[in-house]
Protein backbone atom coordinates (compact mmCIF):
# COMPACT_ATOMS: atom_id res chain seq x y z
CA UNK A 1 0.00 0.00 0.00
CA UNK A 2 1.58 3.71 -1.21
CA UNK A 3 1.51 6.20 0.89
CA UNK A 4 2.48 10.21 0.99
CA UNK A 5 5.44 11.23 3.21
CA UNK A 6 4.88 14.15 4.67
CA UNK A 7 8.15 16.28 5.61
CA UNK A 8 7.88 19.22 8.12
CA UNK A 9 10.26 22.13 6.78
CA UNK A 10 8.90 25.27 8.38
CA UNK A 11 6.82 25.49 11.79
CA UNK A 12 3.37 25.78 11.97
CA UNK A 13 0.93 23.84 9.36
CA UNK A 14 3.82 24.13 6.28
CA UNK A 15 3.82 21.11 5.12
CA UNK A 16 6.29 19.51 1.75
CA UNK A 17 4.95 16.47 -0.12
CA UNK A 18 7.98 14.50 -1.32
CA UNK A 19 7.10 11.75 -3.70
CA UNK A 20 4.69 8.03 -2.76
CA UNK A 21 6.72 5.69 -1.19
CA UNK A 22 6.00 2.41 -0.11
CA UNK A 23 4.66 1.53 3.11
CA UNK A 24 8.27 -0.38 4.17
CA UNK A 25 10.07 2.70 2.97
CA UNK A 26 7.90 5.29 4.66
CA UNK A 27 8.70 3.49 8.17
CA UNK A 28 12.57 3.02 7.45
CA UNK A 29 12.21 6.88 6.98
CA UNK A 30 9.93 7.75 9.78
CA UNK A 31 10.69 5.51 12.70
CA UNK A 32 13.07 6.99 14.73
CA UNK A 33 16.46 5.87 14.11
CA UNK A 34 17.66 3.75 17.06
CA UNK A 35 21.50 3.32 15.75
CA UNK A 36 23.95 5.74 18.05
CA UNK A 37 26.96 6.38 17.93
CA UNK A 38 29.00 4.17 20.87
CA UNK A 39 29.94 6.26 24.10
CA UNK A 40 32.81 7.02 24.98
CA UNK A 41 34.39 7.87 21.72
CA UNK A 42 36.73 11.08 20.77
CA UNK A 43 37.83 12.15 17.83
CA UNK A 44 40.58 14.76 16.02
CA UNK A 45 38.99 17.09 13.68
CA UNK A 46 40.61 17.70 10.54
CA UNK A 47 38.34 19.78 8.06
CA UNK A 48 39.78 19.38 4.58
CA UNK A 49 43.32 19.12 5.37
CA UNK A 50 43.77 15.53 4.52
CA UNK A 51 42.44 16.06 1.07
CA UNK A 52 45.30 16.92 -0.88
CA UNK A 53 48.24 15.46 1.28
CA UNK A 54 50.55 13.15 -0.39
CA UNK A 55 49.90 9.68 -0.16
CA UNK A 56 52.71 9.43 2.64
CA UNK A 57 52.31 12.70 4.63
CA UNK A 58 48.51 11.49 5.14
CA UNK A 59 49.13 7.81 5.86
CA UNK A 60 51.68 9.06 8.54
CA UNK A 61 49.37 12.14 9.66
CA UNK A 62 46.57 8.98 10.24
CA UNK A 63 49.05 6.83 12.18
CA UNK A 64 49.24 9.15 14.57
CA UNK A 65 45.95 10.89 14.97
CA UNK A 66 44.95 6.32 15.59
CA UNK A 67 48.15 6.37 18.22
CA UNK A 68 46.82 9.47 20.00
CA UNK A 69 43.70 7.05 20.85
CA UNK A 70 40.99 8.91 18.68
CA UNK A 71 38.34 6.43 16.98
CA UNK A 72 36.78 9.10 15.02
CA UNK A 73 38.08 12.13 12.19
CA UNK A 74 35.85 14.96 11.33
CA UNK A 75 36.57 15.57 7.46
CA UNK A 76 34.71 18.22 4.97
CA UNK A 77 33.20 17.05 1.92
CA UNK A 78 33.03 19.82 0.27
CA UNK A 79 30.43 20.42 -2.19
CA UNK A 80 32.18 23.61 -4.52
CA UNK A 81 35.59 20.48 -4.38
CA UNK A 82 32.92 17.76 -5.67
CA UNK A 83 30.73 19.65 -8.16
CA UNK A 84 32.50 22.46 -8.76
CA UNK A 85 30.90 23.03 -12.20
CA UNK A 86 27.45 22.13 -12.56
CA UNK A 87 25.13 19.61 -11.23
CA UNK A 88 25.75 16.66 -13.56
CA UNK A 89 29.34 16.34 -13.05
CA UNK A 90 30.79 14.85 -9.53
CA UNK A 91 34.78 14.45 -8.70
CA UNK A 92 35.23 12.29 -5.82
CA UNK A 93 38.78 10.77 -5.92
CA UNK A 94 40.01 13.22 -3.15
CA UNK A 95 37.38 11.66 -0.82
CA UNK A 96 37.72 7.92 -2.53
CA UNK A 97 41.46 8.65 -1.12
CA UNK A 98 40.50 9.39 2.48
CA UNK A 99 37.74 7.32 3.13
CA UNK A 100 39.96 4.11 2.01
CA UNK A 101 43.32 5.29 3.79
CA UNK A 102 41.14 6.26 7.30
CA UNK A 103 39.51 2.91 7.31
CA UNK A 104 42.87 1.17 6.86
CA UNK A 105 43.59 2.52 9.86
CA UNK A 106 40.15 1.69 11.95
CA UNK A 107 38.91 5.63 11.63
CA UNK A 108 35.60 6.31 11.58
CA UNK A 109 34.62 9.27 9.83
CA UNK A 110 32.48 12.21 10.38
CA UNK A 111 31.75 13.52 6.85
CA UNK A 112 30.26 17.23 6.78
CA UNK A 113 28.68 18.41 4.51
CA UNK A 114 28.78 21.95 3.44
CA UNK A 115 29.48 24.76 1.23
CA UNK A 116 28.24 26.25 -2.10
CA UNK A 117 29.45 26.23 -5.34
CA UNK A 118 29.27 29.03 -7.46
CA UNK A 119 26.63 28.10 -9.96
CA UNK A 120 24.28 26.51 -7.11
CA UNK A 121 24.90 29.84 -5.15
CA UNK A 122 21.31 32.05 -4.40
CA UNK A 123 21.34 35.30 -6.54
CA UNK A 124 20.91 37.80 -4.29
CA UNK A 125 23.70 36.70 -1.57
CA UNK A 126 25.40 35.82 -5.08
CA UNK A 127 25.33 39.98 -5.09
CA UNK A 128 26.14 40.97 -1.63
CA UNK A 129 29.55 38.80 -1.19
CA UNK A 130 33.28 40.47 -2.10
CA UNK A 131 35.28 37.22 -2.71
CA UNK A 132 34.54 33.63 -3.97
CA UNK A 133 35.02 32.27 -0.66
CA UNK A 134 32.72 34.29 1.07
CA UNK A 135 29.99 33.35 -1.78
CA UNK A 136 30.85 29.57 -1.04
CA UNK A 137 28.75 30.29 2.68
CA UNK A 138 26.22 31.66 0.49
CA UNK A 139 22.86 29.10 1.05
CA UNK A 140 22.09 27.37 -1.94
CA UNK A 141 18.82 28.53 -4.34
CA UNK A 142 17.91 25.54 -4.49
CA UNK A 143 16.99 22.60 -1.39
CA UNK A 144 16.63 20.04 -4.20
CA UNK A 145 20.27 20.39 -5.51
CA UNK A 146 22.00 20.30 -2.02
CA UNK A 147 19.83 17.17 -1.45
CA UNK A 148 20.87 15.61 -4.32
CA UNK A 149 24.36 16.51 -3.16
CA UNK A 150 23.95 14.57 -0.02
CA UNK A 151 22.21 11.96 -1.65
CA UNK A 152 25.23 10.98 -3.65
CA UNK A 153 27.55 11.21 -0.99
CA UNK A 154 25.36 8.84 1.12
CA UNK A 155 25.24 6.60 -1.59
CA UNK A 156 28.88 6.56 -2.78
CA UNK A 157 30.08 5.63 0.83
CA UNK A 158 27.55 3.71 2.09
CA UNK A 159 28.23 0.58 4.26
CA UNK A 160 31.77 2.27 4.36
CA UNK A 161 33.49 4.03 7.18
CA UNK A 162 31.85 7.57 6.64
CA UNK A 163 29.28 6.32 9.69
CA UNK A 164 27.73 9.94 10.40
CA UNK A 165 26.78 13.08 8.67
CA UNK A 166 27.24 16.61 9.50
CA UNK A 167 24.88 19.03 8.09
CA UNK A 168 26.67 22.36 7.43
CA UNK A 169 29.78 23.97 10.22
CA UNK A 170 28.49 26.74 12.63
CA UNK A 171 25.58 27.38 10.29
CA UNK A 172 24.80 30.39 13.67
CA UNK A 173 27.30 32.51 11.90
CA UNK A 174 26.95 34.45 9.36
CA UNK A 175 30.60 33.80 7.99
CA UNK A 176 29.55 30.23 7.47
CA UNK A 177 25.94 30.90 6.61
CA UNK A 178 24.61 33.60 4.35
CA UNK A 179 21.08 34.22 3.42
CA UNK A 180 20.33 37.54 1.94
CA UNK A 181 18.36 39.56 3.76
CA UNK A 182 14.44 40.56 2.29
CA UNK A 183 14.64 43.67 0.13
CA UNK A 184 12.42 45.49 1.99
CA UNK A 185 14.70 44.96 5.47
CA UNK A 186 15.77 48.41 6.85
CA UNK A 187 19.23 46.79 6.73
CA UNK A 188 20.11 47.12 3.29
CA UNK A 189 22.72 44.57 1.60
CA UNK A 190 23.35 42.58 4.37
CA UNK A 191 22.95 38.42 4.90
CA UNK A 192 22.38 36.76 8.10
CA UNK A 193 22.81 33.14 9.44
CA UNK A 194 19.03 32.15 9.17
CA UNK A 195 17.67 29.34 11.52
CA UNK A 196 14.54 28.90 8.85
CA UNK A 197 16.27 28.86 5.81
CA UNK A 198 18.62 26.31 7.00
CA UNK A 199 16.57 24.03 8.40
CA UNK A 200 14.84 23.77 4.86
CA UNK A 201 18.10 22.31 3.38
CA UNK A 202 18.49 20.21 6.08
CA UNK A 203 15.72 18.52 6.18
CA UNK A 204 15.77 18.10 2.80
CA UNK A 205 19.21 16.52 3.03
CA UNK A 206 18.90 14.83 5.74
CA UNK A 207 15.60 13.03 4.41
CA UNK A 208 17.98 11.50 1.44
CA UNK A 209 20.54 9.97 3.50
CA UNK A 210 18.01 8.73 6.03
CA UNK A 211 16.13 6.95 2.78
CA UNK A 212 19.61 6.09 0.98
CA UNK A 213 21.94 5.25 3.81
CA UNK A 214 19.67 4.37 6.65
CA UNK A 215 22.37 2.81 8.78
CA UNK A 216 24.00 5.78 8.60
CA UNK A 217 23.46 8.95 11.49
CA UNK A 218 22.52 12.20 10.95
CA UNK A 219 23.79 15.24 12.57
CA UNK A 220 23.33 19.06 12.30
CA UNK A 221 25.20 21.16 12.01
CA UNK A 222 27.75 22.23 14.47
CA UNK A 223 26.81 25.28 16.20
CA UNK A 224 29.74 28.02 17.14
CA UNK A 225 29.60 29.93 20.34
CA UNK A 226 28.99 32.97 20.19
CA UNK A 227 27.88 34.88 23.97
CA UNK A 228 27.49 38.45 22.09
CA UNK A 229 26.03 38.66 19.65
CA UNK A 230 25.90 41.68 17.23
CA UNK A 231 24.44 41.88 13.92
CA UNK A 232 25.92 40.60 11.15
CA UNK A 233 27.82 37.80 13.18
CA UNK A 234 25.15 35.45 13.84
CA UNK A 235 22.97 34.22 17.01
CA UNK A 236 24.19 32.58 20.02
CA UNK A 237 23.77 28.48 19.93
CA UNK A 238 21.06 28.54 22.47
CA UNK A 239 19.03 31.10 20.30
CA UNK A 240 19.72 29.77 16.76
CA UNK A 241 18.59 26.13 18.25
CA UNK A 242 15.49 27.77 20.06
CA UNK A 243 14.02 28.69 16.43
CA UNK A 244 15.95 25.59 14.25
CA UNK A 245 14.02 22.94 16.63
CA UNK A 246 10.61 23.58 16.10
CA UNK A 247 11.55 23.58 12.01
CA UNK A 248 13.41 20.19 11.64
CA UNK A 249 12.01 16.86 11.33
CA UNK A 250 13.03 14.50 14.53
CA UNK A 251 12.49 11.69 12.99
CA UNK A 252 15.28 12.43 10.19
CA UNK A 253 18.16 13.36 13.03
CA UNK A 254 20.09 11.33 15.45
CA UNK A 255 21.92 14.07 17.25
CA UNK A 256 22.15 18.01 17.51
CA UNK A 257 26.16 19.17 16.27
CA UNK A 258 27.42 21.96 18.97
CA UNK A 259 30.99 23.20 19.24
CA UNK A 260 31.69 23.48 23.03
CA UNK A 261 34.38 25.61 23.64
CA UNK A 262 35.15 26.91 27.01
CA UNK A 263 38.43 28.65 26.47
CA UNK A 264 40.23 30.39 28.21
CA UNK A 265 38.19 29.02 31.09
CA UNK A 266 37.90 24.88 32.36
CA UNK A 267 35.11 23.36 31.36
CA UNK A 268 33.54 22.68 34.58
CA UNK A 269 33.62 26.46 35.09
CA UNK A 270 30.09 28.30 35.41
CA UNK A 271 30.82 31.24 33.22
CA UNK A 272 28.40 33.55 30.98
CA UNK A 273 31.62 32.28 28.05
CA UNK A 274 31.42 28.63 28.84
CA UNK A 275 29.53 26.81 25.96
CA UNK A 276 30.54 23.48 27.44
CA UNK A 277 29.04 24.46 30.25
CA UNK A 278 25.87 25.61 28.68
CA UNK A 279 25.43 22.00 27.09
CA UNK A 280 22.98 20.68 30.22
CA UNK A 281 23.69 23.51 32.87
CA UNK A 282 23.15 27.17 34.11
CA UNK A 283 20.25 28.94 33.22
CA UNK A 284 17.14 27.78 31.43
CA UNK A 285 17.39 30.25 28.26
CA UNK A 286 21.34 29.16 27.47
CA UNK A 287 20.64 25.76 28.36
CA UNK A 288 20.76 23.74 25.38
CA UNK A 289 19.22 20.26 26.60
CA UNK A 290 16.64 22.05 28.43
CA UNK A 291 15.66 23.50 24.72
CA UNK A 292 16.01 20.47 22.73
CA UNK A 293 13.83 18.60 25.46
CA UNK A 294 11.41 21.48 24.92
CA UNK A 295 11.40 21.17 21.25
CA UNK A 296 10.85 16.51 20.87
CA UNK A 297 14.81 16.34 20.22
CA UNK A 298 15.16 15.25 24.26
CA UNK A 299 16.31 11.72 23.10
CA UNK A 300 18.70 13.00 20.75
CA UNK A 301 22.36 12.57 21.39
CA UNK A 302 24.09 15.89 21.57
CA UNK A 303 27.66 15.45 19.37
CA UNK A 304 30.46 17.92 20.49
CA UNK A 305 32.22 18.32 16.72
CA UNK A 306 34.85 20.87 17.65
CA UNK A 307 36.61 21.25 20.95
CA UNK A 308 39.88 22.44 22.27
CA UNK A 309 41.94 25.76 22.72
CA UNK A 310 44.11 27.85 20.84
CA UNK A 311 48.03 28.53 22.13
CA UNK A 312 48.52 31.77 20.09
CA UNK A 313 46.77 34.73 19.02
CA UNK A 314 46.77 38.67 19.30
CA UNK A 315 45.59 39.78 22.23
CA UNK A 316 45.59 38.77 26.08
CA UNK A 317 43.87 42.08 27.13
CA UNK A 318 40.35 41.32 26.26
CA UNK A 319 37.22 39.91 28.98
CA UNK A 320 37.94 36.51 26.67
CA UNK A 321 41.73 36.04 25.55
CA UNK A 322 42.05 35.11 22.37
CA UNK A 323 44.35 32.33 23.47
CA UNK A 324 45.36 30.43 26.39
CA UNK A 325 48.85 28.89 27.42
CA UNK A 326 50.32 25.55 26.47
CA UNK A 327 49.78 24.15 29.79
CA UNK A 328 46.03 25.10 30.10
CA UNK A 329 45.43 23.86 26.84
CA UNK A 330 46.47 20.98 28.41
CA UNK A 331 44.09 21.03 31.50
CA UNK A 332 40.75 22.01 28.99
CA UNK A 333 41.61 19.05 26.49
CA UNK A 334 41.74 16.30 29.44
CA UNK A 335 39.14 18.08 31.44
CA UNK A 336 36.72 17.97 28.18
CA UNK A 337 36.73 14.51 27.43
CA UNK A 338 36.86 13.74 31.43
CA UNK A 339 33.54 15.68 31.81
CA UNK A 340 32.16 15.18 28.20
CA UNK A 341 31.08 11.66 28.98
CA UNK A 342 29.46 12.41 32.46
CA UNK A 343 26.99 14.45 30.73
CA UNK A 344 23.87 12.22 30.22
CA UNK A 345 23.13 11.75 25.96
CA UNK A 346 26.28 12.48 24.31
CA UNK A 347 28.33 11.05 21.47
CA UNK A 348 31.86 11.65 20.36
CA UNK A 349 33.78 14.98 21.51
CA UNK A 350 36.10 15.91 18.47
CA UNK A 351 38.92 18.34 19.37
CA UNK A 352 40.45 20.68 17.24
CA UNK A 353 43.16 19.69 16.37
CA UNK A 354 46.25 17.29 16.15
CA UNK A 355 48.57 20.09 14.76
CA UNK A 356 49.63 23.36 14.05
CA UNK A 357 51.17 22.25 11.11
CA UNK A 358 47.65 22.27 9.30
CA UNK A 359 45.96 25.06 10.32
CA UNK A 360 45.75 28.31 8.62
CA UNK A 361 48.11 31.00 9.56
CA UNK A 362 45.33 33.26 10.58
CA UNK A 363 44.62 35.11 13.93
CA UNK A 364 44.66 32.12 16.74
CA UNK A 365 43.86 29.45 14.08
CA UNK A 366 46.88 28.15 13.87
CA UNK A 367 47.48 26.75 17.03
CA UNK A 368 44.69 24.64 17.98
CA UNK A 369 46.96 21.88 17.49
CA UNK A 370 47.84 19.02 19.69
CA UNK A 371 51.56 19.38 17.95
CA UNK A 372 53.08 22.79 17.05
CA UNK A 373 54.11 23.64 13.85
CA UNK A 374 57.47 21.52 13.69
CA UNK A 375 55.77 18.46 14.58
CA UNK A 376 56.63 18.37 18.33
CA UNK A 377 53.96 17.41 21.17
CA UNK A 378 52.58 20.04 22.98
CA UNK A 379 51.29 18.88 26.84
CA UNK A 380 47.52 18.69 25.48
CA UNK A 381 48.96 15.70 23.04
CA UNK A 382 49.66 13.26 26.04
CA UNK A 383 46.28 15.12 27.84
CA UNK A 384 44.20 13.24 25.00
CA UNK A 385 46.17 10.54 24.81
CA UNK A 386 45.75 9.79 28.50
CA UNK A 387 41.98 11.03 28.37
CA UNK A 388 41.37 8.59 25.81
CA UNK A 389 43.10 5.72 27.40
CA UNK A 390 40.78 6.47 30.07
CA UNK A 391 37.62 6.10 28.87
Not at 82 to 92: E, G, L, M, V
Not at 307 to 336: C, F, K
Amino acid sequence: MAKSLLLYISGGAKYLIVGVLTACMLLQVLVPHTQAAAKHEVGISTGATLLRMKDRTLDRRLIDIERLGATWIRVDFNWPAIQPHNAKSYDWKIYDRVVRVAGAHNLKILGTLAYTPRWAQEPRCAKLVITLAAGQKCNPKSTEAFARFARSAALRYKGKNVRAWEIWNEPNLSSYWKTAQPPNNPVRNAVHADPVAYAKFANAAAYQIRRNAPNTLVITGGLAPLWEPKYPKGLRQSDYLAQLLPRLNPALFDGVGIHPYSWPTLPDRAVIHNAFHSVDQGRTRFNLRAIMEKNGFGAKQMWGTEYGAPTNGVSRAHERPDHVSEALQAQIIAGGIRNWYAKPNVGPLIVHSDSDQWLRKRKNENSFGLRRTDGTQKPAYRAFQNAAKGL
